[in-house]
């Protein structure tokens, strides 16, 4: 009995000194795990830490139409797949919102200069035409780590420890599915106004539609 | 009317090489990371003997390295968003 006991108790020890029994890589690929595990003892960030820091209840990524339509839509997983796993880099959802409150003018319209500027990407990146999606992926119960710059969509640009060069939070999640797709800006929203008197378009497309991103 | 590019392959690691009635064969790729976004550069003489020789491992590395090096790229004036 004793002796059952003893190797019962070593068992447990085993188990939790060898850090499997952290829940929040649990629902990640045994390989992911490592990585997520070798990441934090690089940068000294803690992954779970920061996500509830910055990631709760949502992460959350933006799009241009373009690339909704033909890379994102009807796929079953998000992000880049690679190797067999799908790679996600997802900004923390509150500076999402953060940006597009920012961006979003008194007429309703969204001036893509600032969320160009306040994510980091070159000048005249989003057409004004071209209308813009933001997808929410619930990134608690998502498999999730730190990135690194080895990861399938890491530029030149990359910093370790969970935040862009410009100061974005941003997470890694793995095989993620989207729990919420959002078109924020429509085709035509910022095509300047015509001019009062100016004849009225008709049949085509008014492009004056949206919802709102908040 | 311009005639719109042919897709010659596409990649489930979010590429597409088009054959372009006029520049010839372009890649497609989205480039970003929590903001995406889609650029095309057409290949020069160079990557496309690549090509040839290497085939679809030839695009999977070029694409990957134009994620990674997108702004470089643009600088460069070879790649345009969509």
Redesign the interface.
């Given at each position: 009995m004793k002796r059952t006991l003893l190797v019962f108790a070593a068992a447990a020890f085993a188990l939790l000194s060898s850090g499997s029994a952290r829940a929040d890589i649990a629902r990640c690929s045994k390989p992911q795990q490592a990585i997520a595990k070798a990441v934090e003892t690089a940068t000294h960030k803690n992954a779970l830490a920061h996500v509830k820091a910055n990631f709760t209840p949502k992460?959350?990524?933006?799009?241009?139409d373009?690339?909704y339509q033909?890379?994102v839509k009807g796929k079953p997983k998000l992000g880049?797949?690679?190797g067999g796993d799908s790679y996600l880099?997802?900004?923390g959802g509150k500076f999402i919102d953060g940006v597009l409150r920012a961006a979003k003018k008194a007429d309703g319209t969204y001036d893509f200069t600032i969320?160009?500027h306040k994510?980091?990407?070159?000048p005249?990146?989003?057409?004004p035409d071209g209308g813009l999606w933001r997808i929410d992926v619930n990134v608690p119960i998502s498999c999730y780590r730190l990135p690194r710059a080895a990861d399938?969509?890491?530029?030149?640009?990359f910093k370790p420890g969970g935040f862009?060069s410009g100061g974005?939070p941003?997470i890694l999640v793995l095989n993620g599915r989207a729990s919420h797709a959002q078109q924020v800006v429509k085709k035509g929203v910022q095509k300047p106004a015509p001019a009062k008197g100016a004849p009225a378009r008709k049949g085509g497309k008014s492009g004056a539609k949206k919802t709102s991103a908040n | 009317m311009s005639k719109k590019p042919k897709v010659v392959y596409e990649s489930d690691k979010l590429y597409k090489l088009l054959e372009d009635p006029k520049q010839g064969l372009v890649l497609e790729v989205v480039a970003g990371s929590s903001a995406m976004y889609a650029v095309r550069m057409a290949l020069t003489q160079a990557e496309k003997d690549q090509y040839s020789a290497k085939g679809i491992a030839y695009l999977d590395g070029l694409a990957a390295d134009v994620v990674k090096n997108e702004k470089s790229y643009r600088d460069q004036g070879r790649t345009v968003p969509v």
């Open positions: 992460g959350s990524y933006l799009v241009n373009y690339v033909n890379f880049r797949p690679d880099f997802v900004a969320i160009e994510l980091g990407l070159p005249a990146t989003y057409k399938p969509g890491a530029n030149s640009d862009t974005v941003e | -």
